[in-house]
């Protein structure tokens, strides 16, 4: 079956911009998260959902970044006023229970200007 | 906060050498997962190891556990130019909400 997809795969933006990243987990996967990529910081947690249970948000770096989950599939993950220190490629994973395996999406390379 | 640490950060060998990775890691965990990255793109799921399994197989990739030293290896055995990628391992956050991942071993397989 189809596996995770995002939208876009590149995304150039000028710095005070807001950016949408999309993400749309495999089909009946409960749980989704969004993690980012950077040089510097390796791979790092953002955000997490499982079903209609409030989001785990404690991995977002500011208020500029928020995401919601609509009707428990398709999530998408808003930066709002973009930095430079916001470039990274920013990777979606979903499984089908708490705990299971992640499976990631191609991910979306942001880049601020 | 990093939870897994892998070493080395970076192996280089020929075709049909084996190839071992090791992770370290704190605090307790339920699993353990390591996955591949190429081009610094998507994340491939390579094998998941409960914390009360030893040893497990998948084709040409052998994952040991020992939870008492806090450690994972990864071997590749006979290994390949398809190879050459970066390897991560990544254990779940103390809320098992997330993966918490290390910096990686870059590995390069030259023919």
């Known amino acids: 079956g189809a596996g995770v997809s995002q939208s876009p795969s590149n995304k150039v933006t000028e710095k005070g911009k807001d950016v949408e990243l999309r993400c749309d987990p495999i089909?009946?996967?409960?749980?989704l998260y969004w993690y980012r990529q950077s040089l510097g910081q390796g791979l790092e947690f953002l955000i997490y959902?499982?079903?209609?249970?409030?989001?785990?948000k404690s991995g977002l770096p500011s208020d500029r970044f928020s995401a919601e989950r609509t009707g428990g599939s398709v999530s998408t993950l808003t930066i709002q006023r973009t930095q430079q220190e916001d470039s990274a490629v920013y990777l979606c994973?979903?499984?089908?229970?708490?705990?299971?395996?992640?499976?990631f999406g191609p991910g979306t390379r942001l880049t601020v200007l | 906060s990093q939870q897994g640490e892998e070493d080395p950060q970076a192996l280089s060998i020929q075709e049909g050498e084996n190839a071992t990775m090791n992770c370290s890691y704190k605090?307790?965990?339920?699993?353990l997962q390591w996955y591949r990255q190429n081009s610094g793109r998507g994340l491939v799921h390579l094998i998941l190891i409960r914390s009360n399994e030893r040893e497990k197989h998948s084709g040409r990739l052998r994952v040991t556990l020992d939870t008492s030293k806090k450690s994972s290896s990864l071997l590749i055995t006979a290994s390949r130019a398809a190879d050459t990628a970066s390897y991560f391992c990544a254990t779940d956050n103390q809320a098992g909400t997330a993966l918490i991942f290390g910096k990686g071993t870059t590995l390069s397989v030259s023919s």
């Open positions: 994973a979903s499984s089908a229970l708490y705990g299971d395996t992640q499976y």
């Open positions: 605090t307790s965990i339920n699993n």
């Open positions: 959902f499982q079903g209609n249970s409030a989001p785990d």
């Open positions: 089909s009946g996967h409960t749980a």
